[in-house]
Structures are given as structure tokens and as C-alpha cells.
């Protein structure tokens, strides 16, 4: 239709309308590209605030994750110092039962995993472009990275000092694995762990677990309380040092929610 009237005018040389006509095919094609760039914008904007918000959700469950290592690594620390006080002050009946308790469950240690399905995917798919502010995509990858390293480290310290170092130790040494009772420590059982099945306090409740330690019935001024000492002071340091990472996570992940947050609710530059 334009076409035709476009040929008419140059047959009858009307030059003005041409004109017009060819201002008309000029802003057509503006408007256009103008309206499909709003809309392309527009789907970008969508994908960004989609892949946004799961990510608050999976920072939410990474902060229940840091506080749970937090309460774990804490509860550690206090039941090494308890143990240790056992050992240097404990006069009852139930001293070496006490202290056999306090050992036991200082064999434990709680894995910390750092899991964000949403950043992967955006990592495997390379869709890491869809965040479109460059502060904030360089903070979501600087952020997973250190996690990662974190998380490393925690690994490494349970690997080398409790598990080959502590746990290793108190196995050669023959103390051996006693249940868990919140009246002789005065203590409620450490967070994370799971409340005992009915067959795990059945086997429990066997003849093997209500022997006495001969290791623990040592003298005073025996070397074997020495060594304890030392290996306690071991675990209480690797808690310490674990709660002290797991802080930080917590502390890394709510500023970097905040930004999110921030980017949502267009607050960002």
C-alpha cells in the first residue's frame, strides 16, 4: 500500500508527500525496533528479578546452614572446656563415666555444604549475564568462590584434626564410645545431631557400652591425662577456628542478600 502511494507520488512528482511518506516508513521502523527493545528489555528484567529472588531463597538456607556450624562448633568448644574441667576437678562416682561421655562426642563434627542449585544453573547455562549490574554479578561470583574456599578450609580442619588427629588419637588410646546423657552433663544433646532411633539406644543399651575404661581408671598424675589435656585443647582450637569461618559465611551472605534485595527493589545505581 505505502509502496503504491510512494510510486504515485514520484510519477506525478509530488515531492512534499514522498516526503512524508518516506517519514512515515522511517518512524514505523523506529517505533518498531523501539517497542521490541522494550520488550526484550522488559523479558530481561523479568529473568534478572526470576533468578534473583531464588537466589534470596537459596542464601536464606545457606544463613540456617553457617548458624547451625556456628551453634555446632560452639557447643563443641564449651563441651571440650567441660571435659577438660572434668578431668582436672571431678571428684563424684561418675567422674571417668563423666569424662568417657565428654570424649566420646567430641569425636563428632558436622560437615558444612554451601548449595546454590540457582547459581549453578546460571554458571552452566552462562546465564551469569541475566544479573545486568556488574557490581552485583562480580559480587555473586566473588561471593560463591570464597565460599568455597571456606567451606574447604572447614573440611581440611575436620579431616586432619579430628579425624586423623583427635578421633585417631582417642581410638589408639582405647577410650571407648559411651551414649550421650544430658543428667550426668548437665548438658542438652549438641545441636545438628538427630534424636536417637529405637535401635540406635537398643545397642546402646547392651553389656558393650557399660564396661568400665581402664584407661580412664588411670591414677592421677598419670600420663594418660596429660595427653587428654593437650588433645582437648586440640579440639576446642579446631572449633573455634571452624565457628570462626562459618561466621564469616553468615556475615558474607547477609550483606550479599542485602544487595539483592537492593537490586530488587531498584534500589541499586
Not at 512515515?24 to 521490541?36: A, H, K, R, W
Not at 563434627?109 to 546454590?116: K, V, Y
Not at 559411651?178 to 529405637?198: C, H, Q
Not at 564396661?211 to 582437648?232: H, K, N, R, T
Request: net charge neutral; hydrophobic share 45%; charged share 25%.
Amino acid at each position: 500500500m505505502i509502496l503504491r502511494r510512494v510510486i504515485d507520488h514520484f510519477r506525478k512528482q509530488e515531492w512534499t508527500a514522498i516526503a512524508i511518506d518516506f517519514l512515515i516508513v522511517v518512524m514505523g521502523v523506529f517505533v518498531g525496533l523501539q517497542v521490541n527493545n522494550w520488550n526484550e528489555a522488559a523479558k530481561e528484567r523479568r529473568a534478572e528479578t526470576s533468578y534473583l529472588s531464588q537466589l534470596r531463597k537459596d542464601l536464606g538456607l545457606i544463613g540456617v546452614e553457617a548458624r547451625a556450624q556456628i551453634g555446632f562448633e560452639q557447643y563443641q568448644a564449651r563441651l571440650a572446656g567441660k571435659t577438660f574441667d572434668l578431668i582436672a576437678q571431678d571428684v563424684s562416682p561418675q567422674r571417668v563415666q563423666r569424662i568417657n561421655i565428654g570424649l566420646s562426642q567430641l569425636t563428632m563434627r558436622r560437615t558444612l555444604r554451601i548449595e546454590s542449585p540457582t547459581f549453578v544453573d546460571l554458571q552452566n547455562s552462562g546465564k551469569i549475564d541475566v544479573v545486568v549490574d556488574d557490581a552485583l554479578r562480580t559480587e555473586l561470583v566473588s561471593y560463591f568462590f570464597n565460599m568455597r574456599r571456606l567451606e574447604a578450609a572447614i573440611d581440611r580442619n575436620n579431616m586432619y584434626y579430628v579425624d586423623a588427629g583427635y578421633l585417631a588419637r582417642i581410638l589408639d588410646m582405647g577410650v571407648p564410645s559411651r551414649r550421650w546423657s544430658e543428667n550426668l552433663m548437665a548438658m542438652p544433646r549438641a545441636p545438628s545431631v538427630p534424636d536417637e532411633t529405637e535401635f540406635f539406644a537398643s545397642v546402646y543399651a547392651g553389656p558393650l557400652f557399660k564396661a568400665p575404661s581402664p584407661v580412664l581408671g588411670a591414677p592421677a598424675g598419670s600420663a594418660i591425662w596429660s595427653e587428654l589435656d593437650a588433645l582437648l585443647s586440640w579440639r576446642a582450637m579446631v572449633a573455634g577456628t571452624n565457628e570462626s569461618m562459618a561466621q564469616r559465611i553468615l556475615i558474607a551472605t547477609a550483606a550479599l542478600d542485602a544487595k539483592i534485595a537492593n537490586r530488587l527493589e531498584g534500589k541499586s545505581p
